[in-house]
């Protein structure tokens, strides 16, 4: 089975940063585009960011120009960069393949921003 792991998620304030990691096989990284996903409460899961191999990106407009999403295909990782985090952020935050398969949902890790 499978198995992408996140971590980095946690409490921070409005106006903060936070650096989400995702390890994995590197078979995966090797072949699929990678994206981020969240979760509110109450709300569907939808895309946040996603990244090609070659390095191209594409955001939410929710995320453009305060996220950034890197990879490194090598070392089997993707990450996600949040700054200047808002409540409306607060989310428990996955990645998977793009388009996603649902035996590559992992645990995801808990956003919150609040003061």
């Known amino acids: 089975q499978v198995q992408l792991v996140e971590s980095g998620g946690g409490l921070v304030q409005p106006g903060g940063s936070l650096r989400l990691s995702c390890t994995g096989s590197r078979s995966i990284f090797a072949i699929y585009v990678m994206g981020w996903y969240c979760q509110a409460p109450g709300k569907q899961r939808e895309l946040v960011a996603a990244?090609?191999?070659?390095?191209?990106?594409n955001y939410a407009d929710s995320a453009k120009g305060r996220f950034t999403i890197s990879r490194d295909n090598a070392k089997g990782t993707v990450s996600l960069q949040m700054n200047s985090l808002k409540p409306e952020d607060t989310a428990v935050y996955y990645c998977?393949?793009?388009?996603?398969?649902?035996?590559?949902w992992g645990q995801g890790t808990q956003v919150t921003v609040s003061s």
């Open positions: 998977n393949v793009r388009p996603p398969r649902p035996d590559y």
């Open positions: 990244i090609t191999r070659d390095g191209r990106t």
